[in-house]
Nanobody
Framework: AQLVESGGGLVQAGDFLRLSCVVS????????MGWYRQAPGKQRELVTR????????NYADSVEGRFTISRDNVKNTMYLQMNSLKPEDAAVYYC???????????????WGQGTQVTVSS
């Protein structure tokens, strides 16, 4: 599977952004998808993820109540609505998918190339 993010940019603190991640290629079943971020000098961290069946979600404490993950299975697209952005949210945001490539096949994970989010104070 190929994942392509878009929607990053430069905003001021308190503003909002919506990131998108389009999935293409062969995926028999996507178990879950998520958003990670990595700031300079820091490890990549999980921001949020969503199961593609029931749609269960979980969030990092730092974004709970401000960020919302969603997906459109028809469009094969996942979104991250980020509200009330803070300077500490600045990072490269990556989308991620964990999927089964075929019936009875193997599980794989795939990453997007990342999209930069910059938040000025």
């Amino acid at each position: 599977a190929q994942l392509v993010e878009s929607g990053g940019g430069l905003v001021q603190a308190g503003d909002f952004l919506r990131l998108s991640c389009v999935v293409s290629g062969s995926t028999f079943r996507i178990n879950y998808m998520g958003w990670y971020r990595q700031a300079p000098g820091k490890q990549r961290e999980l921001v949020t993820r969503i199961t593609t069946g029931v749609g269960n979600t979980n969030y990092a404490d730092s974004v709970e109540g401000r960020f919302t993950i969603s997906r459109d299975n028809v469009k094969n697209t996942m979104y991250l609505q980020m509200n009330s952005l803070k300077p500490e949210d600045a990072a490269v945001y990556y989308c991620y998918a964990y999927y089964l490539n075929s019936y009875g096949g193997h599980y794989y994970d795939s990453w997007g190339q990342g999209t930069q989010v910059t938040v000025s104070s």
